[in-house]
């Protein structure tokens, strides 16, 4: 290559610029910042936090099931590859057999332990599914205790409540026991949620998915399987519904955890000095649920939110079909404590052999179908909104209820139920509908077109 050659290929090549400089050498910087920070540094868990709502935001605008329907790559048996832990506490222990009833219900027969915050009561015996798998129950603090893990911590408040419980049934004052029960079942929740996993998997190991939840807890197991039929078990996955703020991101509990059998390994056999360290905290730890996502994040496991949209924290009576949601499978209910809640749900979802969906919920529950609301948009005396919060728009001194629907039908993607209040003069939309709630007085309506138009836009032949 001559001179003039050379001359003319360095022309062609331009200098970074000083402010060019300057971004890549702060990139560069940042880069170095965030691979030799602590796994669970703040740095790590802000660029994270940033991430998520990136992605959130992605799928809010752009939903997508496609991949739903692709061949899973990783098939699931339910029965023979999950766990399952379900956890109660004194004062919610009648709701455990309800519980399991409800998994019978749906023929859904893994291994099942019920962890507790107090000793067996002299009549308790372990609990047997419908098939005669038999499901143990364990006292799962006295354990933590008994082992050493709680060494060091027996004069903290919380061990000595649980102390002063598991005395009261053990001497078989019931009242004692009940209003300790009530009083601070919360506060030992926090404590049981870090030995309840070690405990199944020292004794259930090498399943390929653990999954922990409340005893008011419902999974439907045709949609869970969907989901797990398209994630790798061999590798550490912690999924759930987030909640929480940059600093620890952790799954709220009620709607489910899951993780895999290689997240487990990870923590359990090949970090025991950070789950010493989770046993420790957990006397003064707020929320298990927490304790349990920042342990991970410890060791470079953090919640996977790609799949939030999947979870549930609501009864079905409650529960919001958001539009971003239509199309994806719902594979939890919470709040199913009260009265007969859990079995009736058990029972309606018994024979649920393929994936159910979020906009099918009404159909289940024989509320009115989306294409009636185009025929005729108002209900007297109902209310398809619910519960008002931040997400949800009213408009004030709307006198008519013709006025509420033109609001919600010109906001086209962006309101999907309404209902108007006449004697406040208030018009609330929202970007979900629930099932239907009685409200005296109040019209309420869905949009049956964007319903319509939702539907179609789904893979699900159903």
């Known amino acids: ?37 602590p796994y669970d540094s703040l740095p790590r868990s802000f660029f994270r936090f940033q991430h998520n709502v990136l992605q959130d935001y992605y799928q809010n605008v752009h939903p997508s099931d496609s991949w739903l329907f692709k061949p899973p790559p990783y098939p699931v048996d339910p029965d023979n590859d999950i766990a399952i832990i379900v956890k109660t506490g ?15 219900n749906e023929s859904f027969f893994a291994d099942t332990i019920v962890t507790q915050d107090f000793p067996l009561l002299p009549d308790q015996k372990n609990f047997t599914l419908a098939n005669g798998k038999e499901v143990p129950i364990i006292d799962i603090i006295g354990w933590n205790l008994e082992r050493g893990a709680l060494k060091g911590q027996e004069q903290q408040e919380r061990v000595m409540k649980y102390t002063t419980l598991a005395e009261a049934v053990e001497g078989e004052e019931w009242m004692l026991a009940d209003g300790l029960g009530k009083d601070m079942g919360w506060e030992l929740d926090a404590m049981k949620f870090l030995p309840s996993l070690e405990y199944m998997w020292r004794t259930v190991p090498k399943k390929k998915w653990y999954i922990m939840a ?10 869970l399987a969907l989901l ?31 993780m895999s059998g290689a997240a487990l390994s990870k ?29 991970f994040m410890k060791i470079g496991i953090y919640l996977d939110e790609t799949y939030r ?15 971003d949601r239509f199309c994806l499978p719902l594979v939890s209910f919470h709040g199913l404590g009260s009265d007969d809640s859990m079995l009736h749900v058990g029972e309606t979802f018994s024979n649920m052999t393929e994936p159910v969906f979020w906009r099918q919920l009404g159909k289940i529950y024989g509320a009115p179908d989306f294409a009636s ?17 931040e997400y949800s728009e009213t408009v004030d001194k709307v006198v008519e209820v013709e006025g509420c629907v033109k609001i919600c039908h010109e906001h086209s993607t962006g309101c999907l139920a309404w209902t108007f209040d006449p004697a406040r003069q208030q018009c609330h939309t929202a970007r979900w509908a ?17 319903a319509q138009k939702l539907e179609s836009s789904c893979h699900s032949p159903h």
């Not at 905290?281 to 649920?289: F, L, N, R, Y």
Request: hydrophobic share 35%.
């Open 1 to 37: 290559m001559g001179i003039t050659e050379r001359r003319s290929l360095r022309s062609c090549i331009t200098r970074p610029t000083r402010p060019q400089k300057i971004v890549l050498g702060l990139l560069a910087f940042l880069f170095i910042l965030y691979t030799l920070t």
């Open 309 to 323: 949209r999947l979870f549930n924290g609501e009864p079905p009576w409650m529960t919001r079909m958001w539009v």
């Open 434 to 450: 629930i099932l239907g709630d009685h409200a005296e007085g109040r019209f309420s309506g869905i949009n049956g077109q964007m």
């Open 214 to 223: 409340d005893d008011d807890t419902y999974v439907i197991k045709s949609s």
């Open 90 to 104: 004194y004062g919610t222990r009648k709701r455990v057999s309800k519980a399991l009833q409800a998994l019978s």
């Open 267 to 295: 923590l359990y056999d090949e970090h025991p000095e950070v789950v010493a360290e989770g046993n420790q905290e957990s006397p003064t730890a707020i929320w298990g649920d927490k304790l349990l996502s920042t342990t």
């Open 373 to 389: 609301f185009i025929a005729e948009p108002i209900r007297t005396n109902m209310d398809f909104v619910g519960r008002l919060d």
């Open 228 to 258: 797990l039929g398209h994630l790798n078990y061999g590798k550490p996955q912690f999924i759930g519904n987030p909640v929480g703020d940059y600093k620890g991101r952790f799954p709220h509990g009620g709607s489910s955890v899951i």
